[in-house]
């Protein structure tokens, strides 16, 4: 099992940047395809960015493509989401979320560990 930690949401304005990182123990990360998810007061949860175990794979939900980049360092058992040109929709609760069978997926469903999520706020 992978207890995963998010750190680094807060509250910035439009168009400015934040990087959330997602601490991992318990197992060695390498393990796993990792996701970030989102979800606004009101709304489903919705996926953001996916990349494969080795990183040599990345996947973007539309809306933030060419903005959000992921990536991550295995050997400091951590994923980053660096998020530019935030915009007020982008505001929610980031979820970093594990994949033991390293499918690279968009569906919340893949994912078998979660952590317990922060906040990112973007005034207008």
């Known amino acids: 099992q992978v207890q995963l930690v998010e750190s680094g949401g807060g509250l910035v304005q439009a168009g400015g940047s934040l990087r959330l990182s997602c601490a991992a123990s318990?197992?060695?990360?390498?393990?796993?395809?990792m996701g970030w998810f989102r979800q606004a007061p009101g709304k489903e949860r919705e996926f953001v960015a996916a990349?494969?175990?080795?990183?040599?794979?990345?996947y973007y939900a539309d809306s933030v493509k060419g903005r959000f980049t992921i990536s991550r360092d295995n050997a400091k058992i951590t994923v980053y989401l660096q998020m530019n040109s935030l915009k007020p929709e982008d505001t929610a609760v980031y979820y970093c979320?594990?994949?033991?069978?390293?499918?690279?997926?968009?569906?919340?469903?893949?994912?078998?560990?979660w952590g317990q999520g922060t906040q990112v706020t973007v005034s207008s």
């Open positions: 318990g197992r060695t990360l390498s393990r796993y395809a």
């Open positions: 990349i494969s175990s080795s990183g040599g794979s990345t």
């Open positions: 979320a594990a994949d033991e069978a390293r499918r690279v997926s968009s569906w919340y469903g893949s994912y078998d560990y």
